[in-house]
């Protein structure tokens, strides 16, 4: 069942929006060659906790840390280290908290100095195909609809989804229904109510191989080496369109 919002829950997923986008600012500011990412991670943390909130990924089904860092060929769910960033890297952070019995989950990938402009022009396809998605977000669009706006974007910019993860209906719960794949035919599935809130977030690749996960046991990367990014954002299907609650932009 896809959960549709009252407005007092709305309201306190709004303020955990903005809370977590403020947290993340402060981490982005902090990413710079030599800088590691149990660094961020720690820094993520702590201004989580400061906020009142919970860290909603650490301990999540067994994850380690506050943050999601991965690194150029890692696509997601990449573990905080002291490995040093170095200029030309790209890096996407996927971040959560709880608050008052709500979720909020976002992402984005940032640049580490200055990058090449084929890194830069993947993280605009990146950033340009989670604004095709969001702007699905409508009363009587189906969920699909979302999926057909990503891919069809993705497809046009020479790159690829990961078909692997999927964006996710959120609230009470970090996961909940509908499932929101990347990609596929527009037009089917549930109908979007108002009141229901997403989390869209596309992933991309330079490759159409399936993606491999590291011995670790969560960080999942490209099958050939390849560089990928990932954006996500927040909305809520309002009657007057996509309410969007906070998203990972490029530039960020």
């Known amino acids: 069942m896809i959960e549709i919002k009252s407005p007092s829950e709305l309201e306190i997923i709004r303020d955990n929006a903005k809370i977590l986008e403020q947290v993340l600012r402060e981490v982005v500011e902090e990413v710079a060659p030599g800088v590691t990412t149990l660094e961020l991670d720690r820094l993520a943390e702590e201004y989580i906790l400061e906020a009142g909130a919970t860290p909603a990924f650490k301990n999540y089904r067994g994850f380690p840390n506050t943050l999601c860092t991965s690194i150029n060929e890692e696509i997601v769910h990449g573990i905080p280290s002291d490995r040093q ?53 409508r009363p009587g669009n189906r969920v699909s609809d979302i999926s057909h706006a990503i891919e069809e974007l993705v497809r046009e910019k020479g790159y690829y989804v990961v078909k692997e993860f999927v964006g996710h209906g959120i609230g009470r719960e970090m996961h909940e229904d509908p499932q929101i794949p990347n990609y596929g035919r527009g037009g089917q599935g549930k109908r979007i109510k108002e009141g229901m809130v997403f989390a869209v977030e596309p992933m991309l690749k330079c490759d159409d191989e399936s993606v491999e996960v590291l011995d670790d046991g969560w960080t999942a990367v490209t099958a050939k080496g390849g560089p990928s990014v990932h954006f996500e954002g927040m909305v809520a299907a309002d009657k007057e369109g996509p309410e969007v609650l906070v998203r990972g932009d490029y530039p960020f």
């Open 85 to 137: 960033l170095v200029e030309g890297d790209i890096l996407s952070l996927d971040i959560g908290l709880k608050k008052r019995g709500y979720y909020a989950d976002f992402a984005t990938t940032v640049p580490v100095g200055r990058v090449s402009r084929e890194l830069e022009d993947l993280m605009e396809a990146g950033n340009r195909s989670l604004s095709a998605g969001l702007e699905q977000t």
